[in-house]
Every structure is written in structure tokens, then in C-alpha cells.
Nanobody, 117 residues
Framework: QVRLVESGGGLVQPGGSLRLSCVAS????????VGWYRQAPGKQRELVAV???????NYADSEKGRVTISRDDANNMVYLQMNSLKPEDTAVYYC???????????WGQGTQVTVSS
């Protein structure tokens, strides 16, 4: 059974930082492009950052300079470091693993990030 489990969310003040973690079981994340997405209430899910299986990175324009995505294939994990958080970053953050050639895609259950004073 494949599982992606996110952690690291919580309540943080504006300007603060969080590091989200995504750990996989049942698959080897090194074979996958792994992305972090977020969905705020009443809004569509949007991409925050993605790291490919060859470790190239892409970021949403709104997040460049504030977030860093990284992977630790030895521990089957992907991280999202978020700095200078703003209230508009409040959302549920989801981990996604996609292996396009194999037509495999998996989602985690999400972790809540709330930025508020």
C-alpha cells in the first residue's frame, strides 16, 4: 500500500518559518517528481514547488525566494522550507508524487498551515 504522509504544519506568525515534510511508504520517491501543492478555503489547489527525480526544481512565481524544496532519497522524504510566511500562505499543503512514464500518481492527506498573529 502506498502512503504519503505530510507533517510540519501548524500555526505560525507572519514572517515566521515552517518546514514541511513528506515521507513515503510503498514507493521509492527517487523515481518520482514530487510536488507540494496547497489549497486555501474556496480556492483551487495550486502548485507551490516541485522537485523532479533528477532534483531539478521549479517554484511558483509567488513563492520564489521564500520557499525551498529538497529531497532525501535515502530516507524517502521530501521537504518544503517556507520562510517569511504571510497570512495568504494559509492553506492545506499536500504532497504529490508523480511518475508520468509509469502513469503513477499519489497524494498525501495534507497538513494545515495557518499564518496568523
Amino acid at each position: 500500500q502506498v502512503r504519503l504522509v505530510e507533517s510540519g504544519g501548524g500555526l505560525v506568525q507572519p514572517g515566521g518559518s515552517l518546514r514541511l515534510s513528506c515521507v513515503a511508504s510503498g514507493i521509492f520517491l527517487g523515481n518520482y517528481d514530487v510536488g507540494w501543492y496547497r489549497q486555501a478555503p474556496g480556492k483551487q489547489r495550486e502548485l507551490v514547488a516541485v522537485i523532479s527525480s533528477d532534483s531539478s526544481r521549479n517554484y511558483a512565481d509567488s513563492e520564489k525566494g521564500r520557499v525551498t524544496i529538497s529531497r532525501d532519497d535515502a530516507n524517502n522524504m521530501v521537504y518544503l522550507q517556507m520562510n517569511s510566511l504571510k497570512p495568504e500562505d494559509t492553506a492545506v499543503y499536500y504532497c504529490n508524487a508523480a511518475w508520468t512514464a509509469a502513469r503513477r500518481e499519489y497524494w498525501g492527506q495534507g497538513t494545515q498551515v495557518t499564518v496568523s498573529s
